[in-house]
């Protein structure tokens, strides 16, 4: 191999390991935050409802930006928008560390999130165009897509050590260095590529999809402390359903939407969407359950509470690539079914009550949760991916990726509103308010079981349909595996 080839490979390797540090970052902020929302409320003063809002103003701007932030970057170029994310991210975080109150650090995390909504679709486009050779593209991928698993399962650990050793603001100042260097390393090694037919913006489209997902979120986590009657409850709750409305009528009748709904029509493709959905919300709430559980009721400090979450991530990590074989091997059907037993099994162990009563059985319950996100993930893409057209599979992986971020958000608002109901109804603790937000999760469970049924397939897929592992970028990029 000559020297210009080794330098150019060198290149490439650069271009992933600076892609992959973004995507790193903004992971681990989905779930390394929990771990910190005890002391938070501590210092700041805040209600359980801020704590949400704290979590989900982030994962909420995020979801209504990721398709905006995939084809900006095809229009004004990958490398532009990638950095401008960086710095938007990295800036963000250091506010969020000087935050003197709580309204300042929710508005701090919606920039983060902004920031962050710039990481994931553009650095999954710059991938595609950068390893142009199918079984190297494929590898690099199988690399970006492990990085994201492991950011968001070591988040609760991280989290732990931070906030034990140096304060819940330590959580946001460790994004300054890292966001720092790869912003300086993106504008050297990073080239610049833009599509060559980009998709038109949708202005309309986007404020529909932004009202839609902050109405509802809106008003799950305010409905239990301002009434569920009170009129700003009240017209969130149906401002979501206007615009729901709205959106599918207005982006049905445009020739290059915001969210195509033609996509919907694959029964598989709207299966894997609720599917992502319900995984997702399980890993949301469940991560906002249990740091207040063991903080404030076991009084555990944040770095044995990471720990006690360990489980989980490690059980996460573990399957992750086992469901990616199995995807590949046998279809979707089997890794997604296992994945809803595990949920249901771990959902209702929980809401039973009983795995309160010993480590081993809560350890147990974590496993189980841990083994039903890390199942889901590579199947639900897969099954959301399976003989969807090529025109439309950019804007289908970049539904999905709403769907997983909206379901996350989702899972912390109307489990906290379960949990705040509960303690607000009287119950003799929060063990036993917290018990029918474990069902909630079980019925999560239960769907992703029934939805693997009727809309997967029995045998594997046929030799040339998209497998385990192949994704599709923002641009509409076709990613093969090996």
């Known amino acids: 191999m000559s020297t210009q080839a ?58 209504a930006l990721l398709m905006l932030a995939g084809s900006a970057g095809d229009r004004l170029g990958r490398r532009r928008v990638f950095q401008t994310g960086l710095a938007l991210f990295t800036l963000g975080s250091l506010l969020c560390g000087l935050a003197p109150g709580l309204d300042w650090l929710i508005a701090f995390r919606m920039l983060q999130a902004v920031g962050a909504s710039m990481l994931n679709p553009v650095a999954m486009s710059i991938i595609t165009n950068t390893f142009t050779e199918p079984r190297e593209r494929a590898r690099a991928i199988g690399v970006w897509g492990a990085v994201m698993g492991v950011a968001m399962a070591v988040g609760p650990m991280v989290g732990g050590v931070l906030v034990q050793g140096l304060g819940w603001r330590s959580i946001f100042w460790i994004n300054l260095p890292i966001g720092l260097a790869a912003l300086a390393c993106a504008a050297r090694f990073v080239p610049e590529s833009r599509a060559p037919r980009p998709r038109r913006v949708d202005p309309v489209g986007q404020l529909l999809v932004m009202v839609l997902l902050g109405s509802l979120t809106y008003a799950i986590i305010e409905g239990p402390g301002t009434g569920w009657t009170a009129p700003r409850t009240l017209s969130c709750a149906i401002a979501a359903p206007v615009a729901l409305l709205a959106l599918i009528g207005y982006e049905s009748r445009r020739a290059e939407p915001l969210v195509d709904l033609r996509v919907f029509r694959s029964v598989a493709f709207s299966g894997a969407s609720a599917m992502a959905v319900c995984s997702f919300f399980v890993l ?102 399976s003989g969807m057209p090529k ?92």
Do not use: K
């Open 6 to 63: 080794e330098l150019t490979r060198r290149r490439r390797n650069l271009v992933l390991a600076v892609c992959c540090t973004s995507v790193f970052l903004g992971n681990l902020n989905n779930t390394v935050l929990n771990v910190a929302l005890p002391a938070m409320q501590r210092d700041l003063h805040s209600p359980l409802s801020g704590l949400q809002w704290t979590t989900d103003a982030y994962l909420i701007v995020l979801a």
């Open 391 to 482: 025109e439309q599979a950019g804007v289908a992986a970049a539904i999905v990726s709403t769907s997983r971020q909206f379901g996350q958000a989702l899972g912390v608002a109307v489990l906290g509103a379960v949990l705040t109901t509960g303690l607000h109804g009287g119950s003799t603790g929060y063990t036993q308010a917290v018990r029918p937000g474990y069902w909630i999760v079980t019925a999560c469970g239960v769907a992703i079981l029934a939805l693997a049924v009727v809309t997967t397939r029995r045998a594997a897929p046929p030799v040339g349909a998209p497998i385990a592992g192949q994704q599709q970028s923002a641009a509409g990029v076709r990613v093969p595996r090996p």
């Open 284 to 385: 949301g709430g469940f991560l906002f359950l249990n740091t207040l559980y063991l903080q404030n009721t076991r009084g555990l400090s944040a770095l044995h509470a990471g720990l006690y979450l360990l489980p989980m991530a490690v059980m996460n990590i573990v399957t992750s690539p086992l469901s990616g074989r199995l995807t590949a091997t046998r279809g979707p059907r089997l890794p997604l079914l296992l994945a809803g037993a595990a949920t249901t099994a771990g959902g209702a162990l929980l809401a039973a009550g009983a795995a309160f009563t010993t480590d081993a059985l809560l350890f147990t319950a974590y496993v189980l949760i841990g083994m039903g996100v890390g199942m889901a993930n590579t199947p639900v893409t897969n099954a959301a991916m």
